[in-house]
């Protein structure tokens, strides 16, 4: 069964400040590669999607995460966040090649933006 | 479009109490899923429809969990008898097809308090 590691649960950050988040799946198959964002009282959203194609994918807000297939990774990075980044990250993967394609989540990390 | 619709929001119930849960997803949206998420943990998938059938219920605690979408639109999740562990918020999700590469989107969630 596949599985999503998120190794950072909480990262306390000075806006302005580069982000980098940790993302690690367990699946030898291939995969859809998802990143959501969840801001305070509100739902989750898409944050960014890799499907195929350019491993470097990017997303709204100035995100964008790299798929690194040796390493089972897709970290997501923001090279100056800002206060309003503020919010839990949620990393989540399912497969492509089976007929079962829920999402399976990470554990989340939370991000706290200083301003 | 119209989102995700959840309710109720908030329930509080006393332990051994039964509880339902009513999702109604984007029109059109043929699949539809129902996770729990735990505070602190990422959602973890308790059942997935195709429209009205069960496409995966691996994860559901059928001794007290029970789900349906009899028509294929709108969902319903019960809980009977309720136990402590399962105060969490149980979020729905719909996407337009059955592809790993449709992306979910979700309600507001309904967060379950069991004392």
């Known amino acids: 069964a596949q599985s999503v590691s998120q190794h950072n649960h909480h990262v306390i950050l000075s806006e302005a400040a580069s982000l980098e988040l940790g993302c690690n799946y367990s699946?030898?198959?291939?995969?859809?590669l998802f990143w959501y964002v969840q801001y305070p009282g509100q739902h989750l959203q898409l944050l960014l999607k890799?499907?195929?194609?350019?491993?470097l994918v990017k997303g709204i807000k100035g995100f964008e995460a790299e798929f690194i297939k040796s390493k089972f990774s897709f970290n997501l990075r923001k090279p100056s966040v800002q206060w309003s980044d503020t919010a839990e990250y949620f990393c989540?993967?399912?497969?492509?090649?089976?007929?079962?394609?829920?999402?399976?989540f990470g554990s989340g990390t939370r991000l706290q933006v200083q301003p | 479009e119209a989102g995700v619709a959840q309710s109720p929001r908030y329930k509080i119930i006393e332990k051994r109490q039964s509880v339902a849960f009513w999702c109604n997803p984007i029109?059109?949206?043929?699949?539809l899923y129902w996770y729990q998420q735990i505070l602190g943990q990422g959602p973890k998938l308790l059942i997935q429809?195709?429209?009205?059938?069960?496409?995966?219920d691996s994860q559901l605690p059928k001794d007290r969990f029970s789900a349906e979408r009899l028509k294929g639109v709108d969902s319903t999740l019960k809980i009977q008898p309720a136990k402590l562990e399962d105060s969490a918020v149980y979020l729905c999700?719909?996407?337009?097809?059955?592809?790993?590469?449709?992306?979910?989107?979700f309600g507001a969630g309904s967060r379950l308090t069991v004392l």
């Open positions: 999700a719909s996407k337009l097809g059955s592809s790993g590469a449709n992306v979910l989107t």
């Open positions: 699946y030898g198959g291939t995969v859809n």
């Open positions: 890799y499907f195929s194609g350019d491993p």
């Open positions: 989540a993967v399912n497969t492509a090649d089976t007929g079962r394609r829920a999402l399976t």
């Open positions: 029109s059109g949206h043929a699949t």
């Open positions: 429809f195709q429209n009205n059938g069960v496409v995966d």
